[in-house]
């Protein structure tokens, strides 16, 4: 049994709803509900009744719904007294940080980073948005790293975090180039379906392309073949020649400049513009402040 399930049978006791807790959770409805399904393999018992909307509970679920709540919170105390109680690693920061970045972003500025502050010693553990948010929430990392979009802010309490900007990362249509160096396929109004490699819905990319799509004056025709939450593995598709892709500018730097992809759009045309940003915990808040993530964080303000 694993705790992330008592999380989203918590989330889904709240919203009622199997695609709102899926979004909320940051993974497709599908995904979602197996979890819940696999839980109530573990309980022996259906938790939840379908035949109802909005969803509810059946009995059993409501008491699991009860001993889920007391059983997280105990983990949650049992993980802040282990961490008050570490002695060492005070001098590691931890960083919290989406896969896409993890891949991207991170790699480089890590390295610029240790140039100017080379006392720098870090762990990263790379998760989903939504994980990696809990990660910050619950005290389990000194800095979340994340993109920001209006369309899709991070909904972290300014009175307890604080944040930094870091940069800004484009995502924009990229294909395979063909013989002559032009896209196999072109992000353009008109014309046959185009096969698009998408982001799983429910993943933060997934919206952020809804939101360029939403943004052309005429939607283009296009058709999904192909679904994964990583970029990397868009990237990959892409490569092969499956079809066009949305990814991150910095994703595809070294393929771009070997001629392997091509932009398959005319510059500023089907692309958006995003915020990374750093955010930590206010140390007057904070349950376990560091003094190396301290001095970093006031290194990166200068």
């Known amino acids: 049994m694993e705790t992330k399930w008592l999380e989203d049978f918590v989330s889904l006791a709240e919203t009622r709803s199997f695609s709102r807790s899926a979004q909320l959770r940051h993974v497709t409805q599908p995904a979602f509900s197996r979890r819940i399904q696999a839980l109530e393999a573990w309980a022996g018992v259906d938790l939840v009744d379908r035949s109802s909307y909005p969803t509810r509970l059946t009995p059993a679920g409501e008491t699991l719904h009860a001993q889920s709540l007391e059983i997280l919170s105990a983990l949650q105390s049992a993980r802040n007294l282990m961490r008050a109680h570490r002695a060492s690693g005070q001098d590691v920061i931890e960083f919290a940080v989406p896969h896409t970045l993890a891949f991207t972003f991170f790699p480089q500025w890590l390295m610029g980073l240790r140039e100017r502050f080379p006392q720098l010693k870090s762990r990263l553990n790379a998760l989903n948005v939504h994980d990696a948010m809990l990660r910050l929430t ?68 997934s919206h952020m392309v809804d939101q360029i799509i939403r943004q052309m004056a005429v939607p283009p025709p296009l058709e999904t073949t192909y679904e994964t939450d990583m970029a990397e593995g868009l990237k990959a598709m892409a490569l092969a020649g499956h079809g066009l892709a949305f990814l991150p500018s910095s994703l595809v730097r070294q ?48």
């Open 255 to 302: 393929e771009l400049k070997a001629g392997r992809l091509v932009p398959a759009s005319p510059p500023g045309v089907g692309e958006l513009t995003m915020e990374i940003r750093a955010y930590r915990e206010r140390p007057e808040l904070s349950r376990h402040p560091k003094a190396a993530a301290q001095a970093l964080w006031d290194f990166l303000k200068q």
């Open 138 to 205: 619950e005290g389990g990392c000194d800095l979340l790293i994340a993109f920001h979009h209006a369309s899709l802010p991070l909904q972290l309490s300014p009175d307890r975090y604080e944040m930094l900007s870091l940069g800004h990362e484009t995502l924009a249509a990229y294909a395979k180039a063909d013989a002559n160096g032009h896209p196999m396929f072109r992000l353009a109004a008109g014309g046959p379906a185009v096969p698009l490699l998408a982001y799983a819905a429910g993943a933060y990319m």
